[in-house]
């Protein structure tokens, strides 16, 4: 049973482009959602995250939107660049810092 | 600069071995995790330690224990390998979570091969 659902699996986007991933969640006791970005050959590395008092976090090309009622946030990557190819990782924790992972995107941004 | 570092990054084992998976911390971190990665199936979470010998179960802790005798290093044990095992393993650590902080800071994996 997977808590955190995370689409699409892959994703394929033109450099320029804009890169969406979403992902929703079940138990509403989740107070910080992070996305983890992963490059082969390494661990995932926080990338940008969220806490449920605001709707919208940017950071540079890098934004998080949050709907609190409809318990889904997502990503999205502005003018996707070849060196975003990565896995990506939503992820939500309660109290404990107990993340709870969903289960990836792989994107690869084409030149 | 942080740093988790995993003894092995690529391991292959026969079934039925004991198979011991150790990560090593240098940022005085108190927690530090346990997860495998499988395709899919995203980052599950098989043990955590937020203090020395101490360990709490995670999503999916069958098959595997865990040994934390001093604060850097969390080890993973498989006790009896099995086929089902092969996957990705990851190691984390984090600050206390009583803090505004949660980032966790991972290792860069070990590719166990169970045959």
């Known amino acids: 049973q997977q808590q955190v659902k995370q689409s699409p699996q892959s994703l394929i986007v033109q450099k320029g482009g804009i890169s969406i991933i979403n992902c929703a969640y079940e138990n509403t006791a989740f107070d910080y959602f992070p996305w983890y970005q992963q490059f082969p050959g390494k661990g995932p590395a926080l990338l940008i995250a969220i806490r449920p008092d605001v709707s919208e976090k940017k950071e540079g090309r890098f934004t998080i939107s949050f709907n609190k009622s409809a318990k889904q946030f997502s990503l999205h990557i502005m003018d996707s660049q070849p060196g975003d190819s990565a896995t990506y990782f939503c992820?939500?924790?309660?109290?404990?810092?107990?993340?709870?992972f969903g289960g990836g995107t792989r994107l690869m941004v084409k030149p | 600069d942080v740093k988790v570092t995993q003894s092995s990054r690529y391991l292959v084992k026969r079934t039925g071995e004991k198979v011991f998976l150790e990560c090593v911390q240098d940022?005085?971190?108190?927690?530090m995790f346990w997860y495998r990665q499988d395709p899919g199936l995203g980052l599950r979470l098989i043990y955590f330690s937020y203090d020395v010998k101490m360990k709490e179960k995670g999503d999916i802790p069958e098959g595997y224990s865990v040994s934390r005798e001093k604060k850097e290093r969390f080890s993973l044990i498989l006790e009896s390998a099995s086929t089902n095992q092969t996957s990705m393993y990851l190691c984390?650590?984090?600050?206390?979570?009583?803090?505004?902080?949660?980032?966790?800071?991972f290792g860069p994996g070990t590719r166990l091969t169970v045959t």
């Open positions: 940022m005085d971190h108190e927690n």
């Open positions: 984390a650590s984090s600050l206390n979570p009583s803090g505004p902080f949660y980032e966790q800071y």
């Open positions: 992820a939500a924790s309660g109290a404990g810092n107990m993340l709870t």
